[in-house]
Nanobody, 123 residues
Framework: QVQLVESGGGLVQAGGSLRLSCAASGSIFSINAMGWYRQAPGKRRELVAR????????YADSVKGRFTISRDNAKKNTVYLQMNSLKPEDTAVYYCNADDVWSIGSSRFNDYWGQGTQVTVSS
């Protein structure tokens, strides 16, 4: 079984910074891409940033220039989201995602989600 564990959320004032971390564990053979999504109250879950195992990262327009996603080369299954210049509209539950995960002993690719971490930006 694959698990994603997030950390780093919290309360911050507008203009501040937070860094989210997500570590995937389990009998993982490969992960195609890891990313961060967020869901604000009453809104649909949306992509924030995504980083494939090979290829360029992509960001939501609303976070370009403020957020940076990265993957730990030493810990291939760990992804970070550095969030700078935070705005109240960034307030949401942030979810880590790993897609096209091939687990040892599995017969197909699967997608996995973390439990979510709350980010609250006060004005």
């Amino acid at each position: 079984q694959v698990q994603l564990v997030e950390s780093g959320g919290g309360l911050v004032q507008a203009g501040g910074s937070l860094r989210l971390s997500c570590a995937a564990s389990g009998s993982i053979f490969s992960i195609n891409a890891m990313g961060w999504y967020r869901q604000a109250p009453g809104k649909r879950r949306e992509l924030v940033a995504r980083i494939p195992s090979g290829g360029s990262t992509n960001y939501a327009d609303s976070v370009k220039g403020r957020f940076t996603i990265s993957r730990d080369n030493a810990k291939k299954n760990t992804v970070y989201l550095q969030m700078n210049s935070l705005k109240p509209e960034d307030t949401a539950v942030y979810y880590c995602n790993a897609d096209d995960v091939w687990s040892i002993g599995s017969s197909r690719f699967n997608d996995y989600w973390g439990q979510g971490t709350q980010v609250t930006v006060s004005s």
